[in-house]
């Protein structure tokens, strides 16, 4: 079979299997970006100052996601999120934050939410980490990931899918070698030949 003689993949199908490949590699980078950078300040929060802080804002945000062109998600989905702001004071300056931990917790089920609001109802006197050189970065949890792990499973499967996509349309696509052209002596075998003496 001549392989030179098999089908190639149309100009405009490279370009936009080019163009989602881009797409899925620049978000599985962010997302590991901000994974990575998120464990990395977790960290390092483990060690920072703590003051008394006061929570001064606890309640429950719903979000409605419709449909989306392109998107196959069901319409309507409810995402929930628990939005706790405090204040503290450092060095005679008062500050506010709402990072409970390093990384936002990307889980969306009601449950978990409420289970955070619960923990940290308004009035609440909590113990507030901040970065010494910049008290407004601050965070309730020192040294938890939060929502690192999500985000970084998240990153890697669209990292490697556009790969194992791409391994799998270039073992598969024909190859450009062509067999060596034939020649009459090819046909045929001729056996040395020896000289043999006595």
């Known amino acids: 079979m001549d392989v030179s003689r098999q089908k190639k993949m149309p100009l405009g199908a490279k370009m936009i299997l080019g163009f989602v490949f881009l797409i899925f590699m620049g978000s599985g980078g962010r997302l590991l970006f901000l994974a990575f950078d998120g464990m990395r300040e977790a960290g390092e929060s483990a060690s920072w100052p703590r003051a008394e802080g006061k929570v ?38 008062n500050y506010r934050g709402s990072r409970i931990a390093s990384v936002k ?54 990292v490697l899918v556009p790969l194992v996509l791409a391994f799998t349309l270039w073992r598969l696509s024909p190859k450009n070698s062509a067999p060596p052209p034939q020649t009459r002596d090819d046909d045929q075998f001729t056996a040395p030949r020896f000289d043999e003496t006595e």
């Open 56 to 93: 001064i804002r606890s309640e429950m945000n719903a979000s409605t996601r419709n449909d989306e062109p392109g998107r196959r998600t069901r319409s309507g989905t409810k995402w929930y999120e628990a939005t706790v702001e405090y204040e503290f004071e450092v060095n005679g300056m």
């Open 105 to 158: 917790d990307m889980n969306a089920k009601e449950s978990r939410a409420q289970a955070t609001l619960d923990k940290y109802p308004v009035d609440r006197h909590v113990m507030v980490s901040y970065k010494p050189d910049d008290p407004s970065i601050c965070v309730l949890e020192p040294g938890s990931w939060g929502g690192a792990l999500i985000q970084l499973g998240l990153g890697v499967f669209f």
